[in-house]
Nanobody, 121 residues
Framework: EVQLVESGGGLVQPGGSLRLSCAASGFTFSDNGISWVRQAPGAGPEWLSGINSAGGYTNYADAVKGRFTISRDNDKKNVFLQMNSEKSEDTAVYYC??????????????WGEGTQVSVSA
């Protein structure tokens, strides 16, 4: 059974940092691209960042480019999202999403349960 378990969310002040983690199991982790997607209250899902299976290629949405960094550890089957210079508009539920191939150009097939990030003074 594929499982993606996010952790690391919480309350952070504007300008602060958080590091999200996604622990994967139930599939060959090094065979799949992974993305982070968020959903704010009343809004649709917003893709933020993706990393290919080997970790050598990453891409970012303009909203987070230069502030967020995605990485992965294939030995430990984890993906991370380092979030710096947090803004109030970053408040959302953050999801780890598996792609059905090596690249993040492949379709998304599994989502985690999400972790809440709240940015407020």
């Amino acid at each position: 059974e594929v499982q993606l378990v996010e952790s690391g969310g919480g309350l952070v002040q504007p300008g602060g940092s958080l590091r999200l983690s996604c622990a994967a199991s139930g599939f060959t982790f090094s065979d799949n691209g992974i993305s982070w997607v968020r959903q704010a209250p009343g809004a649709g899902p917003e893709w933020l960042s993706g990393i290919n299976s080997a970790g050598g290629y990453t891409n970012y949405a303009d909203a987070v480019k230069g502030r967020f960094t995605i990485s992965r550890d294939n030995d430990k089957k984890n993906v991370f999202l380092q979030m710096n210079s947090e803004k109030s508009e970053d408040t959302a539920v953050y999801y780890c999403v598996k792609h059905d191939g090596l690249s993040t150009q492949n379709g998304k097939d599994y989502w985690g349960e999400g972790t809440q990030v709240s940015v407020s003074a």
